[in-house]
């Protein structure tokens, strides 16, 4: 079975850091896309970063471009999304996802990632 499961949110302010994380089970870990998506109250699912485990190339959203990075622990099966500089425009539920070693339509395509953790909040004040 697989589980994907975000831990790590919070509420900062404007300028703070947040370390989201998100274990993963029941899939070839090593061999995946692990991506980051968020979504504030009444605005479509976005992709915010997305990393491919077998080499840890990374993806960024040109929205978080500099402020963020993205890792992968492959033993022991995690993904660490490092934001940093937050900013108000961040708050959202942010979603761990997760594709075996093929993304039909490029890492923002949320569609295609068949595997869904719960959602983590984050809250950046002004």
């Known amino acids: 079975e697989v589980q994907l499961q975000a831990s790590g949110g919070g509420s900062v302010h404007t300028g703070g850091s947040l370390r989201l994380s998100c274990a993963a089970s029941?899939?070839?870990?090593?061999?995946?896309?692990i991506g980051w998506f968020r979504q504030a109250p009444g605005k479509e699912r976005e992709g915010v970063s997305c990393i491919r485990t077998s080499d840890g190339l990374p993806y960024f959203a040109d929205s978080v471009k500099g402020r963020f990075t993205i890792s992968s622990d492959n033993a022991n099966q995690r993904v660490y999304l490092q934001m940093n500089s937050l900013k108000p425009e961040d708050t959202a539920v942010y979603y761990c996802?997760?594709?075996?070693?093929?993304?039909?339509?490029?890492?923002?395509?949320?569609?295609?990632?068949?595997?869904w953790g719960q959602g983590t909040l984050v809250t950046v004040s002004s």
């Open positions: 996802a997760a594709a075996d070693n093929d993304l039909r339509g490029g890492w923002r395509n949320w569609r295609a990632y068949p595997y």
């Open positions: 029941g899939f070839r870990f090593d061999y995946a896309f």
